[in-house]
């Protein structure tokens, strides 16, 4: 048996499909997958996801150490509430993890990281501030009155993504007073905090919404008032389609440990700038970056009959040139896509190997959906 | 609780197979195996006259999950395919038993039907794999 969220007896009650995800019993689905993708691209659904892992980081030195930590750089971050996505990588330039962090004002920082890899993810957290701190002391005079740099998990923490045209309006009335009217106020890719509340205007679904983390113990309430309100529920299966129509990796297999964010689409991520800030990873990116060979991360639609689905290789006049890394049926679209890594310039028709026979696809550039809208052309 | 039509055969596969009286059977994918794998988005139709054995697999479905092999329950010769699945796989999730139906077999040897599970030993599969 996996851990379980506080919603775990609402899943059941609610007759959701429970399967194991990242040490998680998770829903995939309560009866139909397709309804709840459609109720998100067309009105609202909630998914919990309290199996991610909200990470804080505080101190004076809370800043200079995800300058060192991530591969985005935080300084982007000129306001308190700005979120950034980022990838923490290893030192050959792998990736440990992709996360959302937040600016939370006053040298607090907040991390949001995958459920599977969390408890690798604090384990490196940890040892790099060590060597952080290590570093720190031989220049800097300590501080006796306030540790430097603190980094504590929210297990006490849920968390819930209300996503869909209708999100924003169904949640606001939800929360609590303080936070309605700035909460509809933020912009994208902003948050908001009031006491053990953070409302984010962010999402993993290519719709607007919100993001929210609260306390553990009121989280079966505001869950049964969305519901009451008409939001559907939603489970990881309608999370993965969303997602891979909206182009948004997912780790694990659009990038890993062995593959880096240059071949995974997400060099947009990765801050070069300015030249002297040294983030782990950096050297090995910037050797790959001048050796010239990077694969391409490119987005597939299938023109022929069958489905997309990862480790399917990817084929030019007959020959193997890459695989995809994540693939389905996209429910808006009615055509499967997929995210494939490949030879550079492969130009912009291939095919795919589906249970040995070439079936032919299209080269198109992610995201495949917006806000509820094709993105791409379709023949 | 899962239907199992008591008229129906049904094999381990979770396939059901109904003897159409004429020496031809009508097979699809029972109630259970519909719910197991979720909403179905493509079908692959094995082609009309492809001669297929018992337990050969002749056809795929997939669904928004993954894709599943469908055995043939019996030795024959395709002689019909339900070509409404092509544009609306979700029929099976919707009617397994009826308008769902996948394929038919003309029998190169109608005593196999016997080898084929009835409903009350189907239910009892169901109930051990729990």
């Not at chain 1, 490196?124 to 009155?145: K, V, Y």
């Not at chain 1, 995809?324 to 890594?341: D, E, K, W, Y």
Request: glycine share 10%; net charge negative.
């Amino acid at each position: 048996m996996g851990s379980r969220t506080p919603l775990f007896s609402e899943h059941e009650r609610l007759g959701a499909r429970i399967v194991p995800f990242g040490g998680w019993d998770m829903p995939l689905h309560y009866g139909s997958q397709l309804d709840e993708h459609h109720a998100v691209r067309q009105q609202a659904g909630v998914f919990d996801v309290s199996h991610m892992r909200p990470v804080d980081i505080q101190g004076a030195d809370a800043r200079a150490y995800l300058q060192r930590l991530l591969a985005n750089d935080v300084a982007k971050l000129q306001q308190p509430g700005k979120a950034l996505y980022s990838c923490m990588l290893n030192a050959e330039g792998g990736v440990i993890d992709d996360l959302i962090c937040y600016d939370l004002g006053s040298n607090r920082y907040r991390a949001v990281v995958n459920a599977a890899t969390a408890d690798k993810d604090l384990a490196w957290m940890r040892a790099r501030a060590e060597d952080f701190r290590a570093s720190e002391t031989e220049h800097a005079s300590p501080n006796p009155s306030a540790p430097a740099l603190e980094i504590h998990a929210r297990d006490d923490l849920a968390m819930l993504a209300v996503q869909g045209p209708e999100a924003r309006a169904k949640v606001a009335p939800l929360l609590p007073e303080a936070l309605r009217e700035p909460a509809l106020a933020l912009k994208p890719f902003f948050a908001v905090e009031h006491g053990d509340w953070l409302v984010g205007r962010t999402g993993y679904t290519g719709e607007d919404g919100f993001e929210i983390m609260l306390p553990a113990t009121q989280v079966v309430d505001l869950w049964q008032a969305l519901l009451a309100a008409g939001v559907a529920p939603c489970g990881l299966g309608a999370r993965d389609t969303l997602r891979l129509e909206a182009g948004m990796n997912l780790y694990g297999q659009d990038m890993t440990e062995e593959v880096g964010p240059l071949e995974s689409g997400l060099e947009w991520t990765v801050a070069f700038e300015p030249r002297e800030r040294d983030f782990i990873g950096r050297s090995a990116l910037e050797a790959q970056r001048a050796s010239g060979d990077l694969r391409d991360f490119i987005g597939l639609l299938l023109t022929g009959r069958g489905v997309l689905r990862s480790h399917q290789p990817v084929l030019v006049n007959g020959q193997p040139v890459g695989e995809v890394t994540s693939g389905g049926f996209s429910p808006t679209l009615q055509r499967s896509i997929a995210l494939a890594r490949v030879q550079a310039g492969i130009g912009e028709q291939c095919a795919v190997e589906i249970r040995g026979k070439a079936v032919p696809a299209q080269v198109v550039k992610p995201p495949f959906v917006r806000h509820g809208k094709a993105r791409i052309t379709m023949e | 609780m899962s239907n199992i039509p008591s008229e129906l055969k049904y094999t381990e596969s979770h396939e059901w197979v109904k003897d159409n009286g004429d020496g031809t059977v009508t097979v699809g994918i029972t109630d259970h195996a519909q719910d197991a794998l979720g909403d179905l988005v493509f079908v692959e139709l094995p082609e009309i006259g492809k001669q297929v054995a018992a337990k050969d697999a002749c056809a795929v479905v997939e669904s928004v999950k993954a894709a599943s092999d469908i055995y043939s329950p019996l030795s024959g010769e395709v002689v019909g395919a339900n070509d409404v699945l092509d544009g609306a796989p979700e029929t099976i999730n919707d009617d397994a038993y009826g308008e769902g139906w996948i394929f038919q077999l003309k029998l190169s040897d109608p005593s196999q039907l016997d080898d084929l599970m009835d409903a009350g030993g189907y239910e009892q599969l169901l109930a051990d794999e729990g």
